[in-house]
């Protein structure tokens, strides 16, 4: 069965810093792999996808995620974190087979705090 | 570009009552699914609705149905509600037939079982 760890439930982090978020999945095969992130009270935001090809995804906000195969990991990583950033953070594996049935397996979330 | 909707926002009901939960998909998708989020936690996949049908199920039991429309909106409700029940429903819409299950998320319904 698909699952999705993302170890770090709380961080925190000073705005202008480094951030990344782990998340590591269990697969049968490679995944087509995401990233989300929702504010308090809201839905989903798609930050970034990974289907094929280059491991290193660029995606929204300035965020960026690389997919290692040998680690079944997933991370997602920023340079420069702002204060608006503060949101939960999912990450999420989805199958790569085309057609119906292509449920989303979620992480718990990553809960990021900025301090400013 | 019309993204996802759904309503009402929020939902108060007690135990045993029945609820109906609405999804209007995004502009051009054909793919509806819908995800439960119970507080502190992931979304978890209830089902989802390609051509009209249920195609592929969660672990969630019977009394969680829903309906899509040939308009590829689609319904969610749940009889017998329970404490356990209340949580952020989450629809999602994608384009079944691209091979890449990027699916985009509405603003959810939060529901409160009392």
């Known amino acids: 069965a698909q699952s999705v760890t993302q170890p770090d439930i709380h961080i925190t982090v000073s705005e202008g810093a480094s951030l990344e978020l782990r998340c590591n999945y269990s697969?049968?095969?490679?995944?087509?792999l995401f990233w989300y992130v929702q504010s308090p009270g809201q839905g989903l935001q798609l930050l970034l996808k990974?289907?094929?090809?280059?491991?290193l995804v660029q995606g929204i906000k300035g965020f960026e995620a690389e997919f290692k195969r040998s680690q079944s990991s997933f991370n997602l990583r920023k340079p420069s974190v702002h204060w608006s950033d503060a949101a939960e953070y999912f990450c999420?594996?989805?199958?790569?087979?085309?057609?119906?049935?292509?449920?989303?397996?979620f992480g718990t979330g990553t809960q990021l705090k900025v301090e400013l | 570009e019309t993204g996802v909707t759904q309503s009402p926002t929020h939902l108060i009901k007690t135990r045993g009552q029945q609820v109906t939960l609405r999804c209007s998909s995004q502009s051009g998708h054909n793919t509806v699914s819908w995800y439960q989020q119970a507080l502190g936690q992931g979304p978890q996949f209830i089902f989802q609705y390609y051509r009209e049908e249920e195609n592929g199920r969660g672990n969630f039991p019977p009394r969680f149905s829903g309906l899509q429309f040939p308009n590829y909106s689609s319904e969610l409700n749940v009889n017998a509600l329970e404490l356990d029940d209340s949580a952020l429903y989450l629809c999602a819409s994608s384009l079944a037939g691209q091979g890449k299950n990027e699916q985009f998320f509405g603003p959810g319904t939060r529901l409160t079982v009392l």
């Open positions: 697969y049968g095969a490679t995944p087509y």
């Open positions: 990974y289907f094929s090809g280059d491991t």
């Open positions: 999420a594996v989805g199958p790569t087979f085309t057609g119906g049935g292509n449920k989303l397996t």
